[in-house]
DNA sequence: TTGACATGCAAGTGACTACTTGCCTATTCT
DNA sequence: AGAATAGGCAAGTAGTCACTTGCATGTCAA
């Protein structure tokens, strides 16, 4: 599995996190479209298609072949590690 | 502030995060020795000493000079943001 | 004050990475 | 079948980043 902080350390993939987290369930074609449309992001579908990868690769996102699109899913229980890492003090 | 993803991206920078966890108020120099027993690093100290740069800018740690060494404590309250953006679904 | 200790600053370098470009595969519709 | 749609693969490129090297600053003890 790929590293789920270098994952979270892209501006775009962070996006398209957020637009996953807006509307779960979206294509490639469409996380493009919204990413253009609602924050700036002029990156070519090659580019959106890489970071989904890289995404995937994280546990992040996980995807499905519909017919002729690719369904794009978010996860966020990978994100827990994170915090159980480093813990917040004074809570014990 | 600097870029608390950005900060989190590197495998040392995690370490040193490890480190504080374990012991905080550490100096430099205690850092450097205790990274490179426990986990191998061979990194110079003018690199952590970036690092350490890095992890301040994001907020994750704060320094003070005492004396002719500077102490550094761990802030977790950053990581917050993470959770925060993207919220564990299915708990509403 | 002088030497030793702990850290700070800044330029240079090699590796990594996000992005583009070009071409190819798979699926749907008429 | 043939055209259009949605996506996949791979090489090349420019910019970023971690790391080192060399020198400078500040602090403490004798």
New interface residues.
């Given amino acids: 599995m790929g590293d789920l902080?270098?994952a979270?350390?892209d501006q775009t993939r962070?996006l398209i996190?957020?637009e996953l987290?807006t509307q779960d369930g979206q294509s490639l074609f469409e996380l493009c479209s919204r990413l253009a449309m609602r924050h700036g992001i002029t990156s070519s579908r090659q580019a959106i298609s890489q970071h989904l990868g890289v995404l995937e690769d994280a546990g992040l996102v996980s995807s499905e072949r519909v017919g002729r699109t690719r369904i794009h899913h978010?996860h966020?229980?990978p994100?827990?590690e994170?915090?159980e890492?480093?813990?917040?003090?004074g809570k014990d």
Avoid: E, G, Q, V
Avoid at 85 to 89: D, E, K, T
């Fill in positions: 902080y270098h979270l350390s962070r996190l957020d987290t978010l966020t229980a994100l827990r994170i915090i890492r480093w813990p917040a003090p």
